[in-house]
């Protein structure tokens, strides 16, 4: 082969061997394509294999695990994710807790704590893909130091001479490297990817946790609404019982790790604690009436519950023994298998109470609630509370129903009394009047009777002595008076009847009754009967009654009864202005009826002092009189209003003028005829 044959040879292997070096980068380069593809396509998987927010850290190790397995050089990783309003930074590390790589929460921390954090600000603002610092000497051991400072957990952490802090952008945050050397720029792109990914790995986070909140949230929701419901169906305190093995259900509901609970009710006025507990499976277990100095922990209890504040303690079992045996000693429970429910002593018991408006949520659990787990039991409390609230109000409407029928009732019987009283003394007046009445027609008759005695006498003396002219003259007058006694007995018979009529027990039937009689017959009852009881009493009556009124449907006893009671008020009135006047005053009296157009108005005037405007509308109010104690019951004009608009469907009217006198007027309708 000549010179140019070798050559050409030589050049046809140099291309082959170029051509296979470039196949064979090109296919390392897809083969590390496929495994960057690979290792992103688990992350991928795992992360919309998540169900709930809890699978973060699994799936974070996984995606720091491919990072490994794609031979990143990194000494550590992590996460941070930024607060941007506050400029603040929460980071996340992975670590390895018992042979198994997990990722927790280191701490939350401004960025503004070293130029580590601090470059990263500006770096975001011109939308970097990442921003890299590089420290050296003595600048990392500062860096450790005040990461040390600020960390929860800070760590023994071993360094290097040279370290490289590299942050990887995502939307939410960073993905964080430490390196001892510059990575390629190759191996920047790979963590930029990731970060994306993780970015996606967030998002579904946060999608998870919200929608788990959302779901925590309808939960107590619906807990809360369940316990409102099931109290505010409380009659009884013992219905509270039942309400213990609610709040234990509810417990489970929200996620709350216990073994004990109950509700304390707090009661200041006695001193006591009512503790109400249940079992673990929901059933009533013990309710205890403690008073507050009978333990310590019942007192220090009590003083956050007067403070409002949670107070929590820890019990070993000897103590929890202790306070078994102070229960037993104050006979609140007999053995302690039925206070315990079955459960055996622990040796370490977290006790909670959590305060509501009356009283505690006690939750008994081994270890201490986490914060937001007191909160759930705090929403539980306020729940309970609100709803107690309800419980509260019903029982005191109920108790105030009570004695408000208490009340009402012996109101209603003291009214009968009043009634009766207001009664009997129109019955007294009547009768005094009728006495009166009657008296005149009674001496007559008394009177000629001892006269026809007397003529008796002298006639048979006249018939002795044959004076028949005398005797005959002597029977003619007692004649005369026999028929003046019979007269007169027809009257006082005639007076009685009348009188018994208006005054016997209303039947409620209406009756044609001539209203001008019926008013001028008890005005002169009115009259003669206060007079009989006060021989000082002296005052005018006038009547001005219509004589075309003819008669009126009415019930006789008991519009007798409105008049009587409005005439004795008129001659009062006029009696007191007759007491307080210093000049000369005639009282004066005056009763008038009259028809106009479909109604027929009886009205009783007085001159005496009026009533004062402020009062004016109090007057026909039950109980309501300005007479002094023990002489008036203040029924009369209410008993008068509601015979006249009630049983008569009439009007009752009040003109007054102080010092000038009153005109009270009853107005009733016509056109119910027999």
Not at 74 to 100: C, H, K, P, Y
Not at 275 to 298: C, Q, R
Not at 338 to 362: C, N, R, S, W
Request: aromatic share 8%.
């Amino acid at each position: 082969m000549n010179s140019s044959g070798e050559f050409n040879l030589m050049e046809s292997i140099a291309d082959l061997e170029k051509h296979l070096k470039e196949r064979t980068l090109e296919l390392q380069r897809k083969n590390r394509e496929l495994e960057i593809e690979s290792a992103l396509e688990k992350v991928r998987e795992r992360t919309f294999r998540m169900r709930t927010s809890s699978e973060l850290s699994e799936t974070s190790v996984i995606l720091f695990q491919q990072l490994k397995e794609l031979n990143i050089p990194a000494l550590r990783t992590g996460v941070g994710i930024f607060d941007e309003e506050n400029e603040a930074l929460e980071l996340w590390v992975t670590s390895v807790s018992d042979n198994q790589e997990v990722m927790r929460v280191l701490d939350y921390f401004s960025l503004r704590i070293h130029p580590v954090f601090e470059n990263i600000i500006p770096a975001r603002q011109k939308k970097q893909p990442y921003v890299v610092t590089k420290l050296k000497g003595d600048q990392v051991k500062d860096y450790y130091q005040t990461m040390s400072t600020y960390l929860k957990q800070p760590q023994n952490q071993s360094y290097h001479e040279e370290e490289f802090f590299y942050s990887f952008f995502f939307t939410q945050g960073t993905l964080n490297v430490i390196t001892v050397q510059s990575l390629t720029e190759e191996e920047c792109k790979i963590l930029t990817r990731f970060a994306n990914v993780f970015g996606l790995i967030y998002t579904r986070f946060l999608d998870l946790q919200h929608a788990e909140e959302r779901t925590r949230e309808a939960l107590k929701q619906s807990s809360l609404e369940r316990v409102r419901a099931e109290i505010a169906s409380m009659r009884t305190a013992d219905d509270l019982k039942r309400i213990t093995p609610l709040v234990w259900r509810e417990l489970i509901s929200l996620g709350v790790p216990f073994f004990r609970c109950g509700v304390y009710i707090v009661d200041e006025q006695e001193e006591k604690i009512h503790m109400y507990f249940s079992t673990p499976e929901g059933k009533p277990l013990a309710v205890l009436h403690l008073p507050f100095n009978i333990s310590d922990v019942i007192q220090k209890a009590t003083h956050h519950w007067q403070t409002q504040e949670v107070y929590v303690t820890r019990w070993n079992r000897e103590e929890f023994a202790e306070w078994i045996r102070i229960l037993m000693n104050q006979g609140q429970i007999d053995a302690p298998d039925h206070y315990l429910g079955g459960i055996e002593l622990p040796d370490f018991i977290t006790l909670q109470f959590v305060p509501f408006a009356q009283g505690m949520l006690y939750v008994g659990s081994l270890d201490p609630l986490e914060d937001d787990q007191i909160d759930l039991v705090k929403a539980l409390a306020d729940s309970f509370s609100v709803a107690y609230a309800r419980y509260e109000d019903f029982k005191q409407l109920e108790e105030a129903k009570n004695r408000v029928e208490a009340t009402l009732a012996e109101l209603r019987a003291t009214q009968s009394q009043l009634i009766q009283s207001e009664k009997m003394a129109s019955l007294g007046e009547l009768t005094a009047g009728i006495a009166h009445e009657i008296q005149n027609p009674l001496n007559f008759v008394n009177n000629f009777s001892e006269v026809n005695s007397e003529l008796l006498a002298e006639m048979k003396e006249a018939l002795q002595n044959r004076a028949y002219e005398e005797a005959s003259s002597l029977a003619d007058s007692i004649d005369e008076n026999e028929k003046k006694i019979l007269f007169h007995g027809k009257r006082a018979d005639g007076i009685v009847k009348g009188m018994l009529q208006h005054s016997r027990a209303s039947s409620g039937v209406k009756e044609l009754t001539d209203i001008n009689v019926l008013a001028d017959e008890y005005l002169r009852l009115a009259y003669h009967g206060l007079r009989a009881k006060d021989k000082s009493f002296s005052a005018s009556m006038r009547t001005d009654f219509d004589k075309t009124l003819g008669k009126v449907n009415v019930v006789p006893q008991e519009i007798g009864r409105v008049i009587l009671n409005l005439i004795t008020n008129a001659f009062y009135a006029v009696t007191e202005h007759k007491k307080q006047s210093t000049e000369p005053f005639e009282p004066t009296v005056l009763v008038s009826t009259k028809r106009i157009d479909n109604t027929v108005q009886i009205a009783v005037h007085d001159n005496g002092n009026g009533i004062p405007a402020e009062i004016k509308d109090k007057i026909f109010q039950p109980f309501f009189t300005t007479k002094p104690t023990g002489q008036g019951t203040g029924l009369g004009l209410s008993m008068s209003y509601d015979i006249v608009t009630k049983t008569h469907q009439g009007e009752i009217r009040v003109e007054s003028e102080l010092g000038k006198g009153t005109i009270f007027i009853i107005i009733l309708p016509l056109n119910n005829p027999l």
